[in-house]
């Protein structure tokens, strides 16, 4: 087999992180905008605050999101270059 190619192995098992990856960046975007949606609710905040804090969770949430989109990938990459 070519060396430079990958094998089906190989393809398989970057298909699963990247479905991982993906899967939980959403499912930790989604626990953070619940929980400030919560607090909001909690705090009965109304008007340009609850937009405020409800916008700011969104961000936050996606930012999350994204990091540990990025932290998967980048650790699967890592580990697949070394071998493992």
Known sequence: MDMGRESRWEKDAMTVEIVFSLVTAAVLAGVIIAVVWVLVQALALSGSAEKG???????????????????????????????H
């Open 53 to 83: 804090v409800l916008v700011g969770g969104a961000l936050l949430g996606a930012v999350a999101g994204v990091w540990r989109l990025v932290r998967v990938l980048l650790r699967f990459d890592e580990q697949r270059r070394m071998g």
